[in-house]
């Protein structure tokens, strides 16, 4: 079952998720096949589907993504990112042993992170002590279960037992791995920095020496602009033999293990402008001063939360970055406008709604952004539907103090113009209302114990500036608090 809805407009996971995993391999180094790997061990066995042998083929490249000779590389986990034909995220999350030479991978189209590492333990281990067909029989079990609803206990044996996560959750510390790695590894200016290069849409390229730390900082950066949900080239691990995609003109969000980096180098010295933000010496080279360009008081909220000492527990981390949020794009609401018997969005009332000239240069840009136009069209979408709002991104806007009154204001608005466009649209508009009180009032009455912090979330995602700030000398950044 998904739990994807309208909140959800612009996220690209797949919504109609059928099997729990769609193959596993393992992996050996091979410098004489034309891949560069053999396979040890493949499922489905003998499987003709020329979907999922694209999907291993694809796959096999991401399985060794560093220079085999590197000294730097270690064992552990780590997890790559694809696009099928629909444009919907396909995981391979893998488990490389130490001397590099043999990988084990399981490919999903559910971003099961703890599971997934989970099962390859367990089916390393599998390998050790039994057979081949220990291993296939345990893989026709796990696949042919039905897949598992949000929050649901999904049962394999005692010693694999797991809680499913809800992709509409807010990550949390210690749950789950990526954040905790990513708030271990990166300092808080470090972080906030990212943030700001990430919302301006850049070439973004993270790299580590460590393939676990490397894959979770990435996939933890992009989790902190919720609701907004990166659109561009998304490769949180990129293999040597396709280096040539940091050479993209669009914006991307790219991995790179260290040993990798002198090409980047000899790219970055041609005259590419790149955001490089090494995780291992916390250093961020740049020639771009995105920071600067938000609203002061934005930035100055946002580092005031981050600093405070419980900012590593539970949702306070991911928290943080969505009241920061519902600043920044909070006032999507002032372009809200009823024509022809429609909510639409007006995007020169929006830019026109802020009395600052610097207030409105930020919006003029925000609008150009491709994930914010996704999110926006996903809140009409519920409006003109009569959904409403009804998630904790809203509830937080409300909390914003020189928003509330605009609120107010503008459902007055809505609902004088909809008396012109007929019986239907108002009471849609009045169903959208409701729920939205409904959400707020219940909201302010829950428990804030940690035995109460589930919640759906709004999840959307981001896209392009076509005007960027203004750029500045190439600068280093070196975060060690």
């Known amino acids: 079952m998904s739990s994807l809805n309208y909140l959800d407009h ?6 109609d998720v059928s099997s729990i995993f769609e193959y596993c391999f393992i992996a050996e180094v091979d410098t004489s096949a034309k891949s560069g790997t053999k396979f040890q061990f493949k499922y489905p066995m003998g499987d003709d589907d020329p979907t999922i042998n694209e999907m291993i083929a694809k796959s096999q490249a991401f399985c060794f993504p560093f220079h085999l000779n590197s000294s730097e590389v270690r064992g552990g986990h780590f997890t790559f990112t694809f696009t099928d034909l629909e444009g919907n995220y396909q995981f391979g999350f893998c488990k490389v042993f130490p001397g590099a030479k043999t990988c084990y991978c399981i490919g999903s189209f559910l971003p099961w992170f703890e599971i997934f590492y989970k099962l390859l333990n367990y089916i390393s281990e599998l390998m050790t002590r039994s057979d081949e067909s220990a291993l296939v029989s345990f893989l026709d079990d796990l696949r042919a279960r039905d897949v598992p609803s949000p929050r649901e206990k999904f049962c394999l044996s005692e010693s694999l037992t797991f809680d499913v996560p809800d992709v509409n959750d807010l990550a949390s510390i210690p749950e789950h791995r990526n954040i905790s790695e990513y708030m271990a590894a990166a300092s808080k200016n470090f972080r906030v920095e990212m943030f700001a290069y990430m919302m301006n849409e850049r070439r973004i390229i993270f790299t580590s020496s460590n393939l676990s730390t490397l894959t979770a900082c990435v996939y933890s950066a992009e989790a902190l602009l919720r609701p907004l949900y990166w659109q561009h080239i998304f490769i949180p691990v990129l293999p040597p033999k396709m ?9 991307y969000i790219i991995g790179v293990h260290s040993s990798i980096m002198p090409e980047v180098e000899k790219i970055m010295s041609q005259g590419e402008e790149i955001v490089v933000a090494n995780i291992d010496t916390e250093e961020i080279q740049s020639t771009y001063n995105d920071l600067e360009s938000f609203p002061s008081d934005s930035v100055t909220f946002l580092k005031s939360l981050v600093r405070k000492n419980d900012i590593s527990v539970g949702t306070n981390l991911s ?15 002032n372009g809200l406008q009823i024509q022809e018997d429609k909510l639409i969005f007006d995007e020169d009332k929006f830019i026109d709604s802020f009395k600052s000239s610097s207030h409105r240069e930020f919006a003029k840009n ?17 409006l003109n539907s009569g959904v409403g709002f009804r998630d904790r991104f809203e509830s937080e806007i409300n909390a914003v103090d020189d928003q509330l009154a605009k609120r107010n204001d503008n459902y007055k608005e809505w609902m004088n113009a909809a008396k012109k466009g007929g019986n239907v649209f108002i009471s849609q508009v009045k169903k959208a209302r409701h729920n939205m009180k ?12 940690p035995d109460h912090q589930h919640h759906h979330f709004t999840l959307t995602r981001s896209k392009t500036l076509n005007e960027e700030p203004q750029r500045v000398g190439l600068r280093f950044h070196t975060y060690n608090c």
């Open 10 to 15: 612009g996220s690209r996971l797949r919504k």
């Open 366 to 382: 925000l609008a150009q952004l491709q994930c914010f136009k996704e999110f926006v069209d996903g809140r009409v979408m519920m």
């Open 438 to 449: 409904n959400f707020s009032s219940g909201h302010k009455q829950q428990p804030t114990s």
């Open 243 to 251: 280096i040539d995609h940091t050479y993209a003109p669009m914006p």
């Open 319 to 333: 928290m943080a970055y969505m009241r920061m949020q519902a600043r920044l794009i909070g006032t999507y609401r």
